[in-house]
């Protein structure tokens, strides 16, 4: 079955780096579009970075652009989310999602699959 599992989360403070990871197993993660969302308590789930199967092209939410790097290891059927300059709103549960298709889409609706989630905490 498939199967995504985040690790790496913490706690930082202000300013900081994290870098999350999502192993991923029980599908070709080559031919999948990865993603990373958030979720803050009692806020809607929010689109954070994605990319493409290829990794020539990346998106980035408005808020994390500059700060955060999305990249993958297709070898090692792993994606990565790399987060500077952490900022206290940045605090969420991050979930790793995959999605199989050919444009890029937002919306978490439309992602196939989903990690458990690891929580990042930025303290001020």
């Known amino acids: 079955q498939v199967q995504l599992v985040e690790s790496g989360g913490g706690l930082v403070q202000s300013g900081g780096s994290l870098k999350l990871s999502c192993a991923a197993s029980?599908?070709?993660?080559?031919?999948?579009?990865m993603a990373w969302f958030r979720q803050a308590p009692g806020k809607e789930r929010e689109f954070v970075t994605a990319?493409?199967?290829?990794?020539?092209?990346?998106y980035y939410a408005d808020s994390v652009k500059g700060r955060f790097t999305i990249s993958r290891d297709n070898a090692k059927n792993t994606v990565y989310l790399q987060m500077n300059s952490l900022k206290p709103e940045d605090t969420a549960v991050y979930y790793c999602?995959?999605?199989?298709?050919?444009?890029?889409?937002?919306?978490?609706?439309?992602?196939?699959?989903w990690g458990q989630g690891t929580q990042v905490a930025v303290s001020s």
């Open positions: 999602a995959a999605r199989r298709g050919n444009m890029m889409v937002y919306g978490s609706a439309n992602w196939q699959h």
């Open positions: 990319i493409s199967w290829s990794v020539t092209n990346t």
């Open positions: 029980g599908f070709t993660f080559s031919n999948y579009w």
